[in-house]
C-alpha cells in the first residue's frame, strides 16, 4: 500500500531520532510518494539534525539517496500550485507544507479519504486530517 511521505516522516528513516523505528516499519508497507522537493526538505533535515559524527551524517545522506530510488514523486504543476494557494488561505501552513499537502492531494485525485498520509508535523498533520487523509505520525 503506497502512502505519501513528508519530508518530516522521511527524516527519520535516514538518521536515528525518536520515532526511526517505527518510520522503518511503515516503510516496509510499499515504496513511498512523496513531494518533488522532498529530497531538498530531508537534505535540511539531516544536516540539521547536528550530528557530531560526520560519519553518521554521510550514512544519513546516503540513506536519503537510496530512498530517493525508490520513491515516486509528485512534480510540480500549475494545479499543485493552485491547490497550495487554496492551502496557505485555509490552513496555519508554512509555504512548503502548502505544497507538500497540495502534491499529496494530486497524489490521491483530490479524493483523500483512504488515503495514507505520514507526517511528522503537527500543524501539516491536522491539515491533512481534516481534508480526509488517514493520517499516520509518530512524533
Avoid: K
Wanted: include cysteine.
Amino acid at each position: 500500500m503506497s502512502a505519501f511521505w513528508d519530508a518530516s516522516a522521511v527524516v527519520p528513516l535516514c538518521v536515528d531520532q525518536p520515532g526511526a523505528s517505527e518510520a522503518a516499519r511503515l516503510l516496509e508497507a510499499g515504496a513511498p510518494v512523496v513531494w518533488w522537493a522532498t529530497a531538498v526538505e530531508a537534505t535540511s533535515g539531516i544536516v540539521r539534525s547536528r550530528l557530531a559524527d560526520p560519519q553518521l551524517l554521510a550514512a544519513g545522506l546516503q540513506r536519503l539517496r537510496g530512498l530517493r530510488e525508490e520513491w515516486r514523486e509528485i512534480e510540480p504543476s500549475e494545479r499543485v500550485r493552485e491547490i497550495a494557494l487554496d492551502n496557505l488561505r485555509s490552513f496555519d501552513l508554512r509555504a512548503a507544507d502548502a505544497m507538500q499537502l497540495a502534491a499529496a492531494l494530486v497524489w490521491a485525485e483530490e479524493r483523500p479519504a483512504g488515503h495514507r498520509f505520514i507526517c511528522n508535523d503537527r500543524r501539516l498533520s491536522e491539515a491533512a486530517r481534516t481534508l480526509g487523509f488517514d493520517v499516520v505520525s509518530f512524533y
